[in-house]
């Protein structure tokens, strides 16, 4: 009972993980696999944050009185990540708008495997 | 001005002209731009290289000493990597502007700030001794590089871009999982310091992960066998441009970063042993050599056709890789940088084509080489390189690749290697027969000979190929004590 306690956040990351990866595998739909890609994401951030938990260990803040501290700079790495997570989600939205208008749908099964060059000039030509 | 000091400037200079180039109207403006920020950064570069031979340079950033601050260290090995890096770079940008201009008529400062940025990140992540700066100049280039590749002609393009996004975070955050891991149990996050604390921790079950989920995720962006499927697509509908930059520089730099942790961080007294990854990797690279080269032979579509083609070359670099010796990572950094030459003399031809034909499929090259034969001749003599026809750059890395797997005892890997070999031949000549021994059709438009700004920088890589092959000194010599860069910090304590 106590390693599951006390080992408790890596579960929920092992978890979350789990969810993420299949989600984004699993899943036909492109915002479904932008959210997969972000929740597994999170959960290397919460790994990231849990490491630096030290026990007994108050907040990373200078001040009278304490002694322990927890270290602080898996946070520091954790904000690099997160706004890095936060680029990706940005350019892979911004990808499934185009995509949208371009095919008329966001399902990714099958999608694109009957385009040829041929008709796809025919397209383009009759567009102009 | 110290070399040292001029050093980190390599990867400042882009990125920083990046910023500019995003806002410069026009189409001359950036470009020029974008090719004097290059250009300053080989020429970086190439001094660095001979400075890094002999000793290991070490710049701390805001010189906070490097187990605290983050430093740029670079030796012979990256030295050379990131030379390669912008040198292919600026050949590259020589080929753009027509191209471009036609590709991408308007709006071209933010294309070619993409390509600063994704610049930046490569050589980033070759100079930098920084774990955790690998990850994000890793992203930086890779977020770059989705949106190139996404700004290809056909709507196809947005679908590459798309499952490469997917495939390449996939990628990098598995590489952050095996450094969060690396971090947990050495507390440093400096390459260097954290090879001197690894041997306290080397039989912890964190250490392992961390050592499987690295590989696996530079796995995926080195596009080694069963981890490639972004790869064809993505090189087929990017820009002819941005092709013709990622098969010189992306999958190097991946396999580049590999070999540093495996050999640098892990050491190979440790990462070959606790895991069976001299078979795992000698595996999948001879599947790749054989899938790739097979899938070559029959496509249709000949960027298509040469994207297979690099799933098959990593093959033979990592093979020499997972032959663990001096010899073998030799020719693997040879055939890294002969390989970019050959890759992007053979997408220079193959984009020159399409610019004057609008097609790049095997059928519309047909009787091609009496109406473009510059171009044509450049793509065969680009495609004897390939095969590894003596003199030239080909046959130099095909070579030292034979002679490392005979030093081994691996003779069966040199039939192998020739049967490869073989497989290159055909899908070359497929094109060859296309373009010169059959009649052009009636139903297919008559084209002249393409222009002179994207003929000159084409066969400016294949005299490079040729001179390579010939003049062997300086990549054999510059691979040969990269080799020895990886191999010589046996620091992991373990006795063999």
Not at chain 2, 75 to 83: G, I, R, S
Not at chain 2, 259 to 275: E, G, K
């Amino acid at each position: 009972m106590s390693t599951v306690l006390s080992f408790f956040n890596y579960w929920v990351v092992v978890a979350l993980m789990m969810i993420g990866f299949y989600c984004v595998i699993a899943r036909g739909n492109m915002i479904k696999k932008i959210m997969g890609l972000n929740l597994f994401q999170t959960s290397v951030f919460i790994l990231f944050v849990t490491s630096g938990k030290v026990t007994g260990g108050s907040t990373p803040i200078l001040r009278e009185g304490v002694e322990l501290y927890s270290n602080p700079l898996p946070h520091v790495i954790v904000l690099t990540a997160i706004v890095v997570g936060v680029a990706i989600t940005a350019v892979g939205l911004a990808l499934a708008v185009r995509i949208q208008e371009a095919y008329g749908t966001i399902e990714d099964d099958h999608l694109g495997d009957d385009d040829d060059d041929e008709r796809l000039a025919l397209e383009a030509r009759q567009r102009r | 001005m110290n070399i040292v000091d001029l050093m980190p400037f390599s990867v400042l200079v882009p990125l920083i002209a990046s910023a500019v180039v995003a806002m410069l109207p026009g189409r001359t403006l950036p470009w020029a731009l974008t090719f004097l920020a290059t250009l300053i950064s080989a020429v970086i570069a190439a001094l660095v290289l001979p400075a890094a031979t002999d000793v290991t340079l070490s710049y701390p950033f805001g010189n906070w000493p490097p187990p605290i601050g983050i430093e740029y260290r670079v030796d012979a090995a990256n030295a050379f990597v990131a030379l390669l890096v912008s040198g292919m770079a600026t050949l590259a940008l020589l080929w753009a502007p027509i191209s471009v201009n036609r590709e991408v008529p308007k709006r071209q400062g933010p294309f070619y700030a993409l390509f600063l940025l994704a610049l930046s990140g490569l050589l980033g992540i070759t100079l930098t001794g920084d774990a955790f700066n690998v990850f994000v100049f890793l992203e930086i280039s890779s977020l770059a590089t989705y949106a190139l590749v996404a700004y290809g002609s056909d709507r196809r393009a947005l679908l590459a871009a798309f499952r490469y996004l997917i495939m390449g975070t996939i990628g990098a955050t598995f590489l952050l999982i095996g450094i969060a891991f690396l971090y947990m149990m050495t507390g440093t996050l400096n390459m260097a310091d954290m090879a001197e604390r690894l041997p306290e921790v080397r039989d912890t079950r964190s250490v392992r992960a961390a050592l499987a989920f690295i590989i696996v995720g530079l796995g995926l962006k080195l596009a080694l066998l069963p981890l490639h499927l972004w790869l064809p697509n993505a090189y087929a509908y990017a820009p002819n441009f941005v092709t013709i930059f990622l098969a010189g520089t992306a999958t190097k730099v991946a396999l580049y970063v590999m070999l540093r942790f495996i050999f640098t961080v892990f050491a190979p007294d440790y990462s070959f042993v606790v895991l069976p990854l001299a078979t795992v990797l000698m595996v999948l690279a001879v599947a790749g050599m054989f899938a790739g080269s097979w899938v070559a032979m029959f496509q249709v579509h000949l960027k298509r056709m040469l994207a297979y083609s690099s799933v098959a070359q990593v093959g033979y670099m990592v093979l020499g890789v997972s032959l663990v010796t001096a010899a073998g990572l030799t020719a693997a950094f040879l055939h890294l940088f002969n390989h970019a030459l050959i890759k992007t003399a053979l997408f220079m031809a193959i984009g020159t084509v399409m610019y004057q034909t609008g097609s790049a499929k095997i059928d519309d090259l047909r009787g091609l080489g009496r109406q473009m034969p510059w171009t044509m001749t450049a793509f065969a003599l680009a495609g004897l390189s390939i095969i590894g026809v003596p003199t030239t750059a080909g046959f130099i890395s095909k070579w030292y690749l034979i002679l490392a797997a005979v030093e081994s005892g691996a003779w069966w890997l040199v039939g192998l290697i020739v049967l490869t070999s073989m497989m290159a031949v055909v899908y070359v000549w497929r094109v060859i027969e296309a373009a010169w021994m059959t009649e052009r059709p009636a139903n297919l438009p008559m084209v002249r000979e393409a222009p002179l700004g994207l003929l000159v920088p084409t066969w400016i890589l294949v005299a490079l190929n040729f001179y390579f092959g010939l003049d062997t000194r300086l990549t054999v010599g510059a691979a040969s004590a990269a080799a020895e860069v990886m191999l010589g910090s046996g620091v992991s304590g373990v006795n063999p």
